[in-house]
């Protein structure tokens, strides 16, 4: 009888851990959809293997912030409402100024290895970040530090193949003379419509 139990009790539990990986996997794939073509953008421009890791380790950075934030609100310590991250998304507008601006001046890209991709690509998924917020928080609110953990863990995983993916499709090469071919308008260009799309997003 007692080994039933324990059996029933093992089974729950196995099929709990099932359950909260699929809600992991629906969640991060919901929210990240826009984020891969972000992520496009900058792999597209990206010209060395470190810069590409500088990529990367942004994405890693921007979603670990994001999920730090949501797992505080779930348990009511929030101190960044979902709807001040609508602000952040004036940020990708910056950098589209700051592109054309350039573009005006006639300035050259940064010579190899001098960019640094990591504070932008963190700041701009942190700014596309409300509705992940939105879904995380009443996601997260119903789990234990256990079940976090391991929600965390398949992001960790997904963010790595987002990235993986993302890499992948901005090495097409049409897409890559593309974008590299007219760079800094089709980048400030770019820039201003997520910058619009974050904002507007946020309060419809």
Partial sequence: MVGKIEKQKKGEERGKMLQTIVEAIVAYAATNIDDLLVSLLFFAQAKSRKEDWQIVFGKYLGIAQLTAISILGAY???????KALAWLGLLPAWLGIKELRDKAEDKEAAPLGQRNWTAAVALVTLANG????????????GHSVQELLLVSLVFLLLTGLWSWLGQKIARWPRLQAMILGRQKLVTAWLYFSLSAYIVLKKYN
């Fill in 76 to 82: 009511g310590l929030s101190f960044l409402p979902a």
């Fill in 130 to 141: 409300g509705d992940n917020v939105g879904v995380y928080i009443p996601l997260f609110a």
